[in-house]
C-alpha cells in the first residue's frame, strides 16, 4: 500500500514567518508534486520534481520554493508567509509516466 | 499549464439515477486523463484512467470516454448510490520527455439525493 505522509494536518503561521511543509513517501517513486486546494478553484500545480535535487515550477510558484535533497522527501518552504498562502496543500508522488498520482492527506495552512 | 474546463460545478442526481461529469482540455498532446474523488475530509484518490489509445474504459459503475477530437472526456456513473456523494477532479497530463504535473479541472461536487 502506497503511503504518502505530510508532517502537518493542521498548521497555523504568522504574517511573515518562514514555514516548511514536508511530505514522505515510501514507494520509491520518481516523480513527488506540490498542489494547493481552494474552494471553486480545483487542485493547482506549485512545484514538481522528478529526481533528487531537480525541481520545475508548476502553474503557481510564487512565493513557494521546494527542496528535494532524497528521493523520499519532498519540501514545500514559503519564504514569507502571506494570508493569501492560507489554503489545503496536498503532496502527491507517482512513478514516470502515465500512472496514479497518490496524495497524502494535506494539510491545512492558515496564516493570521 | 494547460487548461482544463469541468462541467458542471455542482451535480444533484436521485439516488438511482445516472451522473455525468465533463472536462475539455486544449493540448492536442495531452495522452493520460484520470479521475480522481475526493471523500470531505479526505484525500483525492484515482478512481479511472484512460489513455489516449483508448476511447471508452468501464470498471462497474463507472465508465470514461474520450473523444480526442473534439478534445473532451467524460465521467459516466450508473446507478448513483449515497457513497457516490464527493468531490470528482477530471486530469489530464501530457506525458514522456521528463516529468509534468497533472493538470486538473475545478472539481464537480456531486450530491446524491435518497
Known amino acids: 500500500d502506497v503511503k504518502v505522509t505530510q508532517s502537518s494536518r493542521y498548521l497555523v503561521k504568522r504574517t511573515g514567518e518562514k514555514v516548511f511543509l514536508e511530505c514522505v513517501q515510501d514507494m520509491d517513486h520518481e516523480n513527488m508534486f506540490w498542489y494547493r486546494q481552494d474552494p471553486g478553484l480545483g487542485l493547482r500545480l506549485i512545484y514538481f520534481?522528478?529526481?533528487?535535487?531537480?525541481?520545475e515550477k508548476g502553474d503557481i510558484p510564487e512565493g513557494y520554493s521546494v527542496s528535494r535533497e532524497k528521493k523520499e522527501r519532498f519540501s514545500l518552504i514559503l519564504e514569507s508567509a502571506s494570508t493569501n498562502q492560507t489554503s489545503m496543500y496536498l503532496c502527491?508522488?507517482?512513478?514516470?509516466?502515465?500512472?496514479?498520482?497518490?496524495f497524502g492527506q494535506g494539510t491545512r495552512l492558515t496564516v493570521v | 499549464g494547460e487548461n482544463v474546463e469541468q462541467h458542471p460545478s455542482t451535480l444533484s442526481v436521485q439516488e438511482g439515477d445516472s451522473a455525468v461529469i465533463k472536462c475539455t482540455y486544449s493540448?492536442?498532446?495531452?495522452?493520460?486523463f484520470p479521475w480522481y474523488k475526493q471523500e470531505l475530509g479526505k484525500r483525492p484518490q484515482l478512481i479511472i484512467d484512460i489513455r489516449s489509445n483508448v476511447g471508452e474504459k468501464k470498471d462497474q459503475r463507472i465508465a470514461v470516454t474520450l473523444n480526442k477530437t473534439a478534445k473532451h472526456f467524460s465521467l459516466h456513473i450508473t446507478e448513483t448510490q449515497p457513497e457516490d456523494s464527493a468531490v470528482y477532479f477530471c486530469?489530464?497530463?501530457?506525458?514522456?520527455?521528463?516529468?509534468?504535473?497533472?493538470?486538473f479541472g475545478k472539481g464537480t461536487h456531486l450530491i446524491i439525493q435518497p
Open positions: 486530469a489530464e497530463k501530457i506525458s514522456g520527455g521528463g516529468a509534468d504535473g497533472l493538470t
Open positions: 502527491a508522488s507517482s512513478p514516470p509516466g502515465e500512472t496514479e498520482a497518490f
Open positions: 493540448d492536442s498532446a495531452s495522452n493520460y
Open positions: 520534481s522528478y529526481d533528487v535535487k531537480m525541481k
